[in-house]
């Protein structure tokens, strides 16, 4: 699906450089990928680390992509496209991971029907294990849609949502990395509290948050199943249960994922 197509990134930033990994790993040529990016430093390394095409002039990489990616700040949308009009057309697909910037929104800087699908990856795509969705425009194709998930498939694993699901996708997988960070920082602060050494209980700790994700993608057992069966009659696994729910930790887990996602949608409010 991606043969004989160039694909170009305007900016040159961790999740162009997740998807640069990706595609070249996926077989895409290293000359058929092309990068403009601001920072001069930043240029040097991607084209001597990846030996992709880098320039700071972002018209001339738009003018030259068959599929071209808008991974800038979201702050930084309005100018950016600003500077594409005239040079992005319908025979180019936009892909914005411009977190909160709506499809309507890149539709309406341009005078053509340009074709949009707009994407929220998360960190671990830098792992190639990152969870997206994505979601189409007013004028993409199902084929559009199907091309930008596979380039996403690269780098992980991909879904298609409609757009207005994609604020509790912020909420969830955009924001769920910081979280299960924090949870597997606690787990290693409990396991150096009874006598663990640091680096062991760091290990452990994130060993067993990967090794949990893989059994449940794996088995497609609902998570409850998989839970009972390491939670024995009387034994230690019930016990530490027992406080977590004392707690409320299901609960707090559900209002961080409601609070990051209502802030999304007063971010996109403003765009």
């Known amino acids: 699906m991606l043969k004989d ?18 595609l070249l790993a996926g077989g895409m040529p290293a000359g058929d990928l092309a990068v403009a990016e601001p920072v001069a430093e930043r240029r040097t390394f991607l084209h001597d680390r990846y030996g992709v095409n880098v320039s700071g002039d972002n018209r001339g990489v738009a003018a030259d992509s068959n ?10 949308a ?36 340009v074709k949009v699908v707009r994407v929220m990856p998360n960190t671990p795509s830098l792992v190639l294990e990152g969870a997206t969705a994505l979601c189409s425009g007013a004028n993409a194709t199902t ?23 994609i604020d509790a996708v912020t909420g969830l997988s955009g924001s769920g990395p910081a979280f299960v960070l924090t ?17 062991i209980a760091t290990s452990l700790a994130a060993q067993t948050v990967y090794g ?38 299901r609960g707090t887990v559900i209002n961080a994922v409601d609070a990051a996602t209502a802030r999304s949608k007063e971010l996109a409010g403003g765009k």
């Open 67 to 76: 599929i071209l990616f808008l991974a800038v700040k979201p702050q930084m």
């Open 78 to 113: 309005e100018p950016v496209l600003a500077g594409l009009a005239g040079v992005v057309g319908p025979a180019t697909l936009l892909v914005s991971i411009m977190a909160g910037v709506k499809t309507s929104t890149i539709e309406a800087a341009f005078a053509t029907g």
């Open 212 to 249: 949990t994700a893989r059994l449940l993608l794996e088995t497609h057992e609902h998570p409850a199943m998989l839970r009972d069966k390491v939670t024995s009659p009387g034994g230690t696994t019930i016990a530490g249960l027992h406080v977590l729910e004392k707690e409320g930790f």
């Open 183 to 199: 949870f597997i920082e606690a787990l290693s602060d409990a396991g150096v509290k009874n006598g663990l050494p640091r680096d």
């Open 143 to 165: 084929d559009d849609l199907t091309t930008a998930r596979r380039i996403f498939e690269l780098v992980g694993k991909a879904c298609i949502v409609e757009e207005k699901l």
């Open 5 to 22: 197509k160039k694909i170009g990134f305007i900016g040159g930033g961790n999740m162009a450089e997740a998807l640069i990994k990706g």
